[in-house]
């Protein structure tokens, strides 16, 4: 599952991002949005376990920029997508850092996706109900 490991702290929080080489396919509207063998698992104390992937592994001609932004102190400044399907008063479907702080480094040019936003997740054609199960 993992190749490598990096961990870091920042305040009170331990992050640790594992290299996962699961295939992972999740899908909206049944359409396939992400479709990956390279994606990041990041675990920190209290948010759930969260899957970051390569952009390149993304059909960003679903997703729209969105005005939007809010402020990690361990990751940086996030920025939002949402789902053109969705329409302009769509929620937010997908974070990403654009310039990370020097210790989340390995998420840039990666996105997460709120976990219950998409419709299945399947991991090594396994389907996933629950984010907490993912690490």
Same mark, same amino acid.
């Given at each position: 599952? #993992?190749?490598?490991?990096?961990?870091? /702290? #920042?305040?009170?929080?331990?992050?640790?991002?594992?290299?996962?080489?699961?295939?992972?396919?999740?899908?909206?509207?049944?359409?396939?949005?992400?479709?990956?063998?390279?994606?990041?698992?990041?675990?920190?104390?209290?948010?759930?376990? #969260?899957?970051?992937?390569? /952009?390149?592994?993304?059909?960003?001609?679903?997703?729209?920029?969105?005005?939007?932004? /809010?402020?990690?102190?361990?990751?940086?400044?996030?920025?939002?997508?949402r789902f053109k399907a969705d329409g302009a008063a769509a929620k937010p479907l997908v974070w990403y850092y654009k310039a990370p702080f020097e210790p989340a480094k390995m998420i840039k040019?990666?996105?997460?996706?709120?976990?219950?936003?998409?419709?299945?997740?399947?991991?090594?054609?396994?389907?996933?109900?629950?984010?907490?199960?993912?690490?």
């Amino acid at each position: 599952m #993992t190749k490598k490991s990096y961990d870091f /702290t #920042t305040g009170d929080k331990d992050v640790v991002v594992f290299e996962n080489d699961q295939h992972i396919i999740g899908k909206r509207g049944g359409v396939v949005v992400v479709d990956t063998h390279t994606s990041l698992l990041l675990l920190e104390r209290g948010p759930p376990p #969260t899957w970051y992937f390569p /952009t390149a592994d993304i059909n960003m001609e679903l997703l729209e920029s969105i005005d939007l932004s /809010t402020h990690c102190p361990r990751k940086g400044d996030a920025s939002y997508y949402r789902f053109k399907a969705d329409g302009a008063a769509a929620k937010p479907l997908v974070w990403y850092y654009k310039a990370p702080f020097e210790p989340a480094k390995m998420i840039k040019d990666h996105l997460a996706f709120y976990f219950e936003a998409m419709d299945e997740w399947l991991v090594d054609r396994q389907k996933i109900d629950n984010q907490a199960s993912i690490a």
